[in-house]
T-cell receptor
Framework: SQTIHQWPATLVQPVGSPLSLECTVE??????LYWYRQAAGRGLQLLFY??????ISSEVPQNLSASRPQDRQFILSSKKLLLSDSGFYLC????????FGQGTRLTVV | GENVEQHPSTLSVQEGDSAVIKCTYS??????FPWYKQELGKRPQLIID?????GEKKDQRIAVTLNKTAKHFSLHITETQPEDSAVYFC????????????FGTGTSLTVIP
């Protein structure tokens, strides 16, 4: 069966520090991969979408970047975090159905 | 690309009443419409889905209806309970091609005891 792993679950980082969130999928090949950000009680803001290795589309100009070095690995990064980067980050994968990772609660202080 | 709109953004109902959340989509190629429930601090989880070859699907207290002609689909929760309080998301995709999933903006449902 397919599973998705996202880590860490929580993260507190100072302003100006780098960020790396990782997501891996097991049990499937060539999935579509997504990074979303969610403000408290709000909707899903699509940040990045990938259909394959090295193929990433950015939906919103921002302080973040994404990479897909392997078929089932998706990484969200920042060189210098801003206060406004705080939020709940969700990784997801889809082929004929879509599933979410557990999420990462990022607090930038 | 696809555009999915979801209404209302917030919904409060008394326990035992019904709740209805509506979504519209723009791309006639979309043929798979799932609904997700997200409890506070948790990941969205699939609760029910419908494909374009059927008009309605039920699973105990929840049901989803689809109107392909009008390009809208709805989630119906009957006999609501406090544990139904959550954020609900609709989505649309073309399951035949495995293309991108497009999510609605979410509905925050509160069931008042």
């Amino acid at each position: 069966s397919q599973t998705i792993h996202q880590w860490p679950a929580t993260l507190v980082q100072p302003v100006g520090s780098p960020l790396s969130l990782e997501c891996t999928v097991e049990g499937t090949s060539n999935p579509n991969l997504y990074w979303y950000r969610q403000a408290a009680g709000r909707g899903l803001q699509l940040l990045f979408y990938s259909v394959g290795i090295g193929q990433i589309s950015s939906e919103v100009p921002q302080n973040l970047s994404a990479s897909r070095p392997q078929d089932r690995q998706f990484i969200l990064s920042s060189k210098k975090l801003l206060l406004s980067d705080s939020g709940f980050y969700l990784c997801a994968w889809s082929i004929t159905e879509a599933f979410f990772g557990q999420g990462t609660r990022l607090t930038v202080v | 690309g696809e555009n999915v709109e979801q209404h209302p953004s917030t919904l409060s109902v008394q326990e035992g009443d019904s709740a209805v959340i509506k979504c519209t989509y723009s791309d006639s190629a979309s043929n798979y419409f799932p609904w997700y429930k997200q409890e506070l601090g948790k990941r969205p989880q699939l609760i029910i889905d419908i494909r374009s070859n059927v008009g309605e699907k039920k699973d105990q207290r929840i049901a989803v209806t689809l109107n392909k002609t009008a390009k809208h689909f709805s989630l119906h929760i009957t006999e609501t309970q406090p544990e139904d309080s959550a954020v609900y998301f609709c989505a649309a995709s073309d399951a035949n091609t495995g293309n991108q999933f497009y999510f609605g903006t979410g509905t925050s449902l509160t069931v008042i005891p």
